[in-house]
């Protein structure tokens, strides 16, 4: 009903910046609540950040704060995580999720929908 695919991901320095996108297509973009999570290795899935539909609502961890920033553009399907101070703890898999329920609350995998394949960033010190 949905299909997502992550971009942008790739080795970045400790301190550096990089821009992921995520590119929607199935149904309608702006009907749903969109998400970022990521997953370093051994480690459980983590919620990242999530935006409402139009981009007015803005749900961002606590590790992330300050640091990475989430919008989207509904003309474009396209979904964008701007990471910034970067640090080797950022390390994992990002992928990008649909949740077909209301709120940009949702923080729980279980809570997702659609989920992208996800996208390596390796952030070397």
């Known amino acids: 009903q949905v299909q997502l695919v992550e971009s942008g991901g790739g080795l970045v320095q400790a301190g550096g910046s990089l821009r992921l996108s995520c590119a929607a297509s199935?149904?309608?973009?702006?009907?749903?609540?969109m998400g970022w999570f990521r997953q370093a290795p051994g480690k459980e899935r983590e919620f990242v950040a999530a935006?409402?539909?139009?981009?007015?609502?803005?749900n961002y961890a606590d590790s992330v704060k300050g640091r990475f920033t989430i919008s989207r553009d509904n003309a474009k399907n396209t979904m964008y995580l701007q990471m910034t101070s970067l640090n080797p703890e950022d390390t994992a898999v990002y992928y990008c999720?649909?949740?077909?329920?209301?709120?940009?609350?949702?923080?729980?995998?279980?809570?997702?929908?659609?989920w992208g394949p996800g996208t390596q960033v390796p952030v070397s010190s």
């Open positions: 935006i409402s539909r139009s981009g007015g609502g803005i």
């Open positions: 199935g149904r309608t973009f702006s009907s749903y609540v």
């Open positions: 999720a649909v949740t077909t329920h209301y709120g940009v609350g949702r923080s729980r995998p279980r809570e997702y929908d659609y």
